[in-house]
């Protein structure tokens, strides 16, 4: 068993689909996209049958919402973290050299592809219990009134539940040429006599991070 | 065993689940919506394993297009058709007068449903089965260069593998008040001096229109 096949917990019947897997598509013919394809699919069922075991009385669209936020690439970075894919992914030279191998998008593609691999090497409860326990934790950890939501509903939920109108977000500076400008943007809560900044390459981005500031600020 | 379980090929071991699929939220609590979660993502496995197996060579980006022609409302419907789903479905009473009992969502998300119902009541393997039964004539019947383009990029295939150039699409009238045009447009191909007029409640709806009457007239 490969050290990867140890992490897993799976022993492939048929290597050579875990070196596919393994393999990005600027070093050759034979890559990995086909069975990130598989992987994608066997992922977000894996995940959605997940949860709709632990969360019974949880809506169709808050479910949909949590899974989002479990097979995105950030949260499938870290599966790739944890599997220590780092060093794995076949590369070719100009991917290598310009620092493919730890690409976030090269890494979670891989991983997903990992996914489709064991799925097709060993069926689906093979891949159930690989994807089982490598997202054990994060759906352990999902809080359902807050996963998946960005920070401005955050922060209007919690003011509503308090009774507290809505913030107000303005515009406060644009600074920038006109091709790469930078917004900063107030959210404001009256109620509360608060005012928090955020920046961002648009409106929308300064907006959330304003809401995340003042969330960081009001809630425990 | 009822009709529907026949028609699927599957028995179920919890009928409460199978009742529950086909029970709409407009019937009450306990209703269709969580499995319709489920269902989905089991039908968008089950169908990307089918085309990885049955079309080893096809990138990516052709199963994923072919994929998502296959999930599609229009598709399910006809499943739900197949399946003999129209009078199943409890409704509510002020959606069954409204015609609820043969709307496509309504009987397009039952089928999904259905399609959960089994994952959960006899796993991957049952719904598998009973999803590629379902399925076979439909995915017996892929053509991976066609299925799931639009018109416009079928035409545009079909005269650029004759070496011919782009048609040229224009609008030739707009009808109706601003809240509720329709537009006509028509498609001209010089090269082979033809030209084809579409409608539609939008520009790219009618173009697409014109684009299909012209492969109509062009393509055997």
Chains 1, 2 share one sequence.
Not at 7 to 30: C, I, K, M, Q, V
Not at 166 to 192: M, N, W
């Amino acid at each position: 068993m490969t050290d990867l096949e140890q992490r897993l917990g799976y022993a492939f019947r048929d290597p050579a689909l875990l070196s596919r897997a393994l393999t990005h598509r600027s070093h050759g013919a034979e890559h990995n996209e086909r069975l990130e394809f598989v992987g994608d699919a066997v992922l977000n069922c894996v995940v959605a049958a997940a949860l709709f075991r632990r969360f019974p009385q949880l809506p169709e669209g808050d479910l949909s919402r949590i899974r989002a936020n479990l097979v995105n690439r950030d949260c499938l970075l870290q599966r790739a973290q944890d599997l220590g894919m780092a060093g794995l992914v076949r590369l070719g030279e100009g991917e290598l050299r310009s620092g493919g191998a730890s690409r976030p998008s090269i890494l979670s593609d891989a991983t997903e592809a990992v996914f489709g691999a064991v799925f097709l090497d060993g069926g689906f409860e093979s891949a159930r219990v690989v994807i089982e326990q490598c997202y054990a934790e994060a759906i352990q950890a999902v809080d359902p009134g807050v996963s998946g939501k960005d920070p401005k509903t955050r922060l209007q939920e919690w003011l509503q539940a308090k009774g507290m109108p809505v913030p107000e977000y303005g515009i406060t500076a644009v600074d920038g040429e006109a091709h790469k400008q930078s917004f900063t943007v107030s959210c404001r809560i009256k109620a509360l006599g608060r005012e928090t900044t955020g920046h961002g390459a648009s409106r929308r981005i300064a907006e959330q991070e304003a809401a995340r500031a003042a969330l960081a600020e009001l809630v425990p």
